[in-house]
């Protein structure tokens, strides 16, 4: 069996990225409620919004400030992708970040359901710039199935919120 989920590298790397964007946005004074600590008796479930016989995964921060709630979706990326047929884009050369589908179809619910607005963030690691957008804003991805299904977008859908120092081990 292999190494177990927590202390595989890709967590690692993803986990970094929740914390700064969190420390980020508390900065900013929003009030954090991290999500992905709420992730089953061996911490290898994602947590969810339950309903009686549905259930659906939640993004990776709750956050609130001055009356606005928002969920926030958060993803690591070595760099954006760029795909040779990237269609319907129409440009095969244009960067691109992507979600799980699965995870993108249960988020549009989680705002069906709580009301509140749904944001995906890229922190791209070779960049140092963290990217974000409203999920809905995105517009309808592009589903890519290289290894599982992904929910893509155009790299220029997101807006740029900050731009991070680059640290030697950033780059680990």
Sequence with gaps: MGRPFRERPEFLRGRAAELRVARWLQERGWFVIPSYDYAGDDGDKPPRLQGLKDGFAVPDLDIARD?????????????????????????PDMPEHGIDYRNYQHYLEVKRQTGDEVWVAIYEEDTGILLAAEIEALGKPRVGTWNQQIANWPRGRFRELARFPQRASDAA
Excluded at 72 to 84: D, F, H, Q, Y
């Design 67 to 91: 009356g606005c709630r928002r969920w926030v979706e958060v993803k690591s990326k070595a760099r954006a992708n760029i795909w040779r047929k990237a269609e319907p884009w129409g440009r």
